[in-house]
């Protein structure tokens, strides 16, 4: 299983942003990833999410 890691001294806002929530990606019944989190203060893990989206399309 593959981790995101961010790094509590060089990110330390990010870094706590990703301890306060639990953030699930599910997939539909054909295995297509469904996009989105929960709403609130998270731009920090969406910018994460949006750097690595095509790493994680591809598999």
């Keep these: 299983m593959r981790k ?3 790094d509590p001294v060089r990110c330390p806002l990010a870094h706590e942003k990703s301890r306060l929530k639990k ?3 599910d997939h539909d019944c054909d295995g ?3 996009e ?3 709403d ?3 731009h920090s893990i969406e ?3 949006f ?3 095509d790493d ?3 598999g």
């Design 32 to 34: 297509t990833w469904l």
């Design 40 to 42: 609130g203060n998270d």
């Design 23 to 25: 953030y699930d990606h």
């Design 51 to 53: 750097a690595i989206m």
């Design 36 to 38: 989105g989190i929960p």
């Design 4 to 6: 995101i890691c961010i």
């Design 56 to 58: 994680i399309l591809r």
């Design 47 to 49: 910018a994460v999410r």
